[in-house]
């Protein structure tokens, strides 16, 4: 890698970590799958949304960029998309009810419910008209000239790999046995009180969205 190509991935990794760690839509999913349902549906909606990270990488690094530049209104669709996405899960989490006495030991997530928790992590990541604004400002800004193909390979592994090592560990805090034991008499009330954070947030992006 030439001294241009390290200043180039310093950047971008160096923004991306800032951008990631940054309370948001997709922080708000993990917190909530992880406390809610345990450590393997809060790892599962971290891996998709580290996949969620390749849709923004590739309208960033392989030319789908045009899409928001010939057709700005894009954005603001995929804003309200979101939107709509986060106000429905908010609006369940706000339903939870108290958990029964006990639970089953290690905080797995019930069986079949991988892929569901996979896919509402994809979904918070691609909805997410914070990514989709972060992203576009990056590859806009920072790697404004042509970028080398071993370059976007490195990005292309780099972005969605550290995306899911940051929720993973998130998930994996959040959900081991003795917290979440003594979070568990609370898990309702933490439930909806994530559903309040994923409603708030929908309804500041449909605000900002329509007076824009």
């Known amino acids: 890698m030439t001294l241009d190509g390290f200043a180039l991935f310093a950047a971008v990794a160096t923004a991306h970590a800032l951008g990631v760690m940054s309370p948001g839509p997709d922080f708000a999913m993990v917190t909530r799958q992880a406390l809610a349902f345990g450590r393997a549906a809060g790892v599962w909606t971290a891996a998709g949304i580290g996949c969620g990270i390749l849709f923004h990488v590739g309208y960033g ?23 709509a996405f986060l106000l429905w899960m908010g609006l369940q989490a706000l339903r939870a009810q108290p958990l029964p006495p006990t639970e089953n030991k290690g905080g797995r997530a019930e069986r079949g419910n991988a892929g569901r928790n996979f896919l509402i992590g ?19 800004t920072v790697v404004a000239g042509p970028v080398s193909m071993p370059m976007m ?9 550290s995306t899911f090592a940051w929720f993973a560990s998130v998930a994996l805090l959040l959900s ?9 008499r609370h898990a309702h ?14 309804l500041a992006v449909i605000a900002r969205t329509l007076t824009a």
């Open 61 to 83: 690094l392989f030319g789908l960029r045009w899409l928001t530049q010939r057709f700005p209104w894009s954005l603001d669709a995929i804003a309200l998309a979101g939107a």
């Open 122 to 140: 994809l979904a918070t990541n691609v909805l997410n008209p914070k990514a989709t604004l972060f992203f576009v400002a990056l590859f806009t």
């Open 153 to 161: 390979v490195v990005l292309a592994l780099w972005l969605p790999l």
């Open 176 to 184: 081991h046995p003795g917290l979440r034991r003594g979070l568990r």
């Open 189 to 202: 009330r933490l439930d909806r009180a994530m559903g309040v954070v994923l409603v708030l947030l929908a």
